[in-house]
């Protein structure tokens, strides 16, 4: 019997699973992951709440089979029909300082319920250090923020994020966590204890510490199988690892040996659809224009392409004169990325452009009355 285990049931491997079942895979399909019914990431530093892709009862209707274990070996296949697929993707990163027991992640549903507790716990709003200023640790800040905690958020940046946002925009956008209230540090953590932590010098109490630092790829169990690591197990462009034909690698914790390691949620459900075609056969459409979005203090934030590849940023204002959109080219001239604050259509229309290399002219792209719809109109007429 045709047999796909997939390890992970993140949004990859949930999404390879559901792909599998639409297109009418007929095999046996089992996930594995210690968390047990899978469900979404983006929502922990939100709201912290938990959500769920799909109920228990998904499961038994389409006969995916759904173990609540934490894989520690497992031998590749070598029959042409069975398929192990890795969809690890990350754990965080740990702060190398003394006292790092005292303070907390935000990557795992648990993570996000014992926070939500501590959050309750205080009577007049708890005080939460939160390190690491990045997509968790911003969208985590302000989360606490807007449920009545006194927040103080620790960077080493001025503008965070600004690899993938460009510097205008991040530093804009790290901006706004003072206007919300929140105090922001810079400096680096130097040690924690219960209740209090050393910033730059300076003792700061706060009942809640969390550590927003980063993630890496999630690799216990593909070195213990042997796989090629570096920066993420190494996949070709069909998902499959460089080391065995029928051992697949999908999500945060792959890394296609030609491109970067992406680590946002819909490269890692392009990932998934490619596993789908590798394992079925047909084309799989390539991954198209990275994209990703954060929510906080009210603002949706997007950003498209690639901001490491432009050497010129060109800004758009809204009518209040504030930054919206931060387009950036590279040394050609040509659109290779852009970030924006409540953008609406416009990430679609950037991506749109970008994957068919139209560039339109500063001045449409400064211009704010050019809409989503019309920016590029130039190449249609
Ligand atoms: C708090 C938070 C907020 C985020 N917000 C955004 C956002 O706003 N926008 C965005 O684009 N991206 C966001 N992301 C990133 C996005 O969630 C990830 O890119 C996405 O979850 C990656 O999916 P994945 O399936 O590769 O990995 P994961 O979601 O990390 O899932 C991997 C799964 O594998 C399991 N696993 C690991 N090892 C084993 C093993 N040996 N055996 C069995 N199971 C195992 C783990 O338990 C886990 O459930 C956020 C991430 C976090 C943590």
New binding site residues.
Partial sequence: MPSVHI???????FTLARELVSKGYAGNIKI????GLPYD??P??KSLQREYFVPPAWFEQHGVSLIQ????ELIAPTAEDEWVVL????TPKKLQVPGTEHIRS??TATDAADLSAALEDGMFGQRVLVIGAG??GA?FAATAKMLGAQVTLVSNSEAPLSNVLGVEMAAVLHAEHSRHGITVLSGELAEAGAGYAVVGGQRIEAEILVAAIGVEP?T??AQAMGLEINDGILVDDQQRTTTYRQVLAI???ARMTQRSRA????A?MEDAAIAAATIMGGDARPHSVPW???DRHDSHIEAVGDFTRATQHVSRLNRRGQLQVLFGLNEAGNLVAASMIDGGQMSKAVKRLIARGYTPSIEELQDSSVGPRDLGRQEKA
């Fill in positions: 390890v992970g049931g993140g949004v990859a491997g594995s992951d210690p968390e990431r983006p922990l530093s274990e934490q894989v520690t969809a690890t993707g990350t935000l990557h997509l968790v969208e999630e216990t169990l999500g945060d914790g680590v946002h949620w819909e890692a990703f979005w954060s």
